[in-house]
């Protein structure tokens, strides 16, 4: 398929209640944009427009899973190709794969991630779902991640986003301030895209790029997260990533694989092995998966971790109570009790889902969680200006 390097096109994504058919149909819409959406592609292949949440999420994984986990973002292209308009915007992504196909075909593309969080969602959709919060739920952590080539996969394609905006208020009527508020962000982003303004970064996206370069020094094979811990003057003091002691070898050169996916892959084929009954065993083996991350057994000591580490290891002396964590992750558990045990009274997240535990912890503590906003590391670069 030929490169399009004309047609400007802004792909959505976020958990479901976080705004982006709003934005796309309210303001994306009345800037130019031609809407187009994935969810209205797959009512169109199924021949359904009233299916519940759940069920758009079995038929989305079915036709993916027998056409090609790009097949809707195929058809939302065949549709941009056969208009003469120059600016889309493409509704409902799910999967990375739509993403990576959308990005190969138009060399104009930008991802945008809208982010709220859980109870403004809930407030947002609670109607759809007849008050009904567990179904809510449900729909919520098939939402995040499948782990399936053909699911649903908001997590990861969060992080292929170029721009994240919060969407935090529940907005009334477009008269608002609270609604001319959020266009007047989206409309900055759009100038900058479409090439209006320059682009100055702000501290808080340059800082978060600094965390996930970082982060790109992992050795780990199934996540690689970056830290860094900044004093009141936004001056980095200290840095880390996910990585196994200096003294150990990388858990690819032992075991090929992640430990704790090694250990997970061991403990399956012992329940196989005392559970007879395959249906059983296979249904013990997804609760076990799905319910046990073996945190504990990581080898590696976590990007927080690190970063918290290292300044004991340099003699690093500064007031904790006046410094910001920056990590492209939102941390574990036990990286939060280390952050509240330290004194650090404020974080800046990279992530749409936060671990709810870790959340209580820093609550506790009273750590301030801000999730980060703006241009991420992803687009940081490209929209820098080139001075001639």
Not at 44 to 60: A, V
Not at 251 to 273: A, F, P, T, V, W
Not at 347 to 364: C, D, F, G, R, S
Request: aromatic share 10%; charged share 30%.
């Amino acid at each position: 398929m030929p490169v399009d390097t004309d047609k400007i096109i802004v792909g959505m994504t976020g958990p479901f209640g976080s705004g982006c058919t709003y934005i796309a149909s309210n303001i994306l819409a009345k800037l130019g944009y031609e809407y187009i959406s994935l969810s209205d592609i797959l009512r169109e292949e199924i021949g359904d427009t009233s299916l519940p949440r759940t069920n758009m999420q079995d038929k989305g994984n079915e036709i993916r899973k027998n056409n090609g986990a790009n097949f809707l973002a195929k058809k939302a292209i065949e549709k941009i190709k056969k208009s003469k308009k120059k600016k889309f915007v493409v509704d409902s992504i799910r999967n990375t794969h739509e993403i990576d196909l959308l990005k190969q075909t138009f060399t104009k593309f930008f991802l945008f991630a809208i982010w709220a969080d859980k109870n403004t969602r809930w407030e947002r959709i609670k109607d759809k779902y007849g008050n009904n919060n567990e179904l809510f739920e449900t729909d919520d952590r098939r939402d995040k991640d499948e782990k399936d080539e053909s699911g649903q996969q908001i997590t990861l394609c969060y992080q292929m986003a170029d721009i994240i905006v919060l969407n935090k208020k529940i907005i009334h009527a477009e008269n608002s301030d609270d609604f001319r508020g959020l266009q007047k962000i989206i409309e900055r982003y759009i100038d900058i895209i479409e090439k209006k303004i320059k682009y100055i970064p702000s501290e808080m996206e340059t800082l978060m790029s600094m965390a996930y370069a970082n982060s790109m020094r992992s050795s780990c094979s199934q996540r690689k997260v970056g830290a860094i811990i900044i004093d009141n003057y936004g001056n980095v003091f200290s840095s880390g990533y996910n990585e196994v002691p200096q003294s150990e070898l990388p858990c690819q050169n032992i075991y090929g694989e992640c430990y704790r996916k090694h250990l997970r892959s061991e403990l399956n084929d012992k329940i196989y092995e005392l559970v007879k009954n395959e249906e059983v065993a296979k249904g013990i083996s997804d609760i076990v998966n799905k319910n046990s991350k073996m945190l504990d057994y990581c080898r590696a000591l976590h990007a927080e971790e690190n970063a918290i580490v290292n300044m004991a290891r340099l003699s690093v002396s500064v007031d904790l109570s006046e410094s910001t964590l920056y990590t492209t992750t939102y941390p574990c558990n036990l990286c939060a009790n280390k952050i509240a045990q330290v004194g650090i009274k404020k974080i800046v997240y990279y992530e749409p889902y936060p671990q709810e535990e870790a959340k209580n912890t820093l609550n506790k503590h009273n750590v301030i969680q801000k999730p980060f906003e703006g241009v991420t590391f992803n687009a940081y670069f490209k929209f820098m200006e080139v001075l001639r």
